[in-house]
């Protein structure tokens, strides 16, 4: 059984995000309404998202759950890289939100958490945001160094694309 990397569980539920990290935090619009709102979430927590975005997910649960294990690999044939990390929390509805956190296990080239949230403003906008704080666990991800926020960024702004798309189409 894996543990979780880092001693900030939750933190990306609500904020503030601990020092001693990068701190990443994208935003994206999706749409309008209920309708976006109920399409947009259902894509993140049964992670139609990270798939359409050409993300391998591999996960123990049909939706994000508190305790679901997640590997996620991105890359081409056999320079691919994993992922592994558990689900720490959800949100389904809650407030205007639905959408998870996960948090890095042994083996994740990064150390932290990360999360995915789709939320519904008051005015009727349909967002959602991407929120993580890590830094390196691997000695990859430390001779990367200032390569990986980029990427991340990339990533999360790959998502936020996709996302708006899946929700157009209904």
């Known amino acids: 059984m894996s543990t979780l990397t880092y001693p900030e569980t939750g933190a990306t539920r609500l904020g503030p ?3 001693g990290y990068h701190h990443l935090h ?33 996960a123990s649960a ?10 996620v690999s991105l890359g081409v044939g056999p320079i691919r890289l994993t992922a592994p990390c558990e ?17 890095t296990l042994t083996g994740h080239p990064e ?14 906008t349909v967002w959602f945001t991407v929120m993580a704080f890590s830094r390196p666990a691997a000695w990859y991800a430390r001779l990367a160094g200032p390569l990986v926020p980029p990427v991340q960024l990339w990533y999360a702004r790959r998502l936020g694309r996709t996302l708006r798309r899946l929700v157009a189409a209904g």
Do not use: I, K, M, Q
């Open 87 to 103: 689900v720490v929390w959800t949100a389904y509805g809650e407030e205007g939100r639905t959408g998870f956190g996960y948090g």
């Open 17 to 19: 995000l601990p020092r």
């Open 26 to 58: 994208h935003r994206t619009r999706l749409g309008r309404g209920a309708d976006d709102f109920a399409a947009a979430g259902a894509a993140v927590t049964e992670w139609r998202a990270h798939r359409a975005s050409g993300a391998r997910v591999d």
């Open 62 to 71: 049909v939706r994000a759950e508190p305790g679901a294990s997640v590997r």
């Open 111 to 124: 150390r932290g958490e990360e999360c995915f949230v789709v939320e519904l403003a008051d005015d009727g």
